[in-house]
């Protein structure tokens, strides 16, 4: 069964450094998101992805995030400079034609900020 | 925007017993609820669904309701297994996102 997949698993880096998380969505999907998880905490949303385009953010999704598809099989978030508090698990989720609300969750990046 | 409430945050039931959540929204445009189960450290997976035009659906061990008018959605979890312990989140959809409830921890005692 195919699956959404992301690179790394696992990110450490210094505070006001620049971060790329990356997504492979499942391959016939057409919307795509982000979400983070705070440890212990619930998943919140930052952002979906259609057509090219933003289609809706959340206050979290500041001026220090973007989101780009490069290709036609990435979809990747930077955080342009690190806070303390951006340290989460950030899950990418994808949903297809014709079931655009069932979305599915990749095995997330923890991002540690140090 | 939306809000989801969710009880309780912990939940211990004997296996074999019945496990039932609760949430409540706030967003009457939601109209599109799912489920999420989580085992620590990995992905949140979808594990049943409900959308606003279905008062009902069951899936083997596990059914989930919604009332519109109360905006009140459950979960329920029959004849328990150890592998139902995990997370549990609730969540409505008003739109393009999904909005979490902060999640009960299912525990299954042997």
């Known amino acids: 069964e195919p699956e959404v997949t992301q690179t790394p698993s696992h990110q450490v880096t210094q505070m006001g450094q620049e971060v790329i998380l990356r997504c492979v969505p499942i391959?016939?999907?057409?919307?795509f998101y982000w979400y983070r998880q705070i440890l212990g905490q619930k998943v919140e949303f930052l952002v979906s992805f259609y057509n090219n385009e933003i289609s809706e953010k959340s206050e979290i999704f500041d001026d220090q995030f973007s989101v780009e598809r490069p290709d036609g099989s990435n979809f990747t978030l930077k955080i342009r400079s690190t806070k303390l508090e951006d340290s989460a698990m950030y899950f990418c989720?994808?949903?297809?034609?014709?079931?655009?609300?069932?979305?599915?969750f990749g095995p997330g990046t923890r991002l540690t900020v140090t | 925007g939306e809000n989801v409430e969710q009880h309780p945050s912990t939940l211990s039931v004997q296996e074999g017993d019945s496990a039932v959540i609760k949430c409540t929204y706030s967003d009457s445009a939601s109209n599109y609820f799912p489920w999420y189960k989580q085992e620590l450290g990995k992905r949140p997976q979808l594990i049943i669904d409900i959308r606003s035009n279905v008062g009902e659906k069951k899936d083997q061990r596990i059914a989930v309701t919604l009332n519109k008018t109360a905006k009140h959605f459950s979960l329920h979890i029959t004849e328990t297994q150890p592998e139902d312990s995990a997370v549990y989140f609730c969540a409505a959809s008003p739109d393009d996102k999904i909005i979490f409830g902060k999640g009960t921890r299912l525990h299954i005692l042997p």
């Open positions: 391959s016939n999907h057409l919307y």
């Open positions: 989720a994808s949903s297809g034609p014709g079931r655009k609300y069932e979305q599915y």
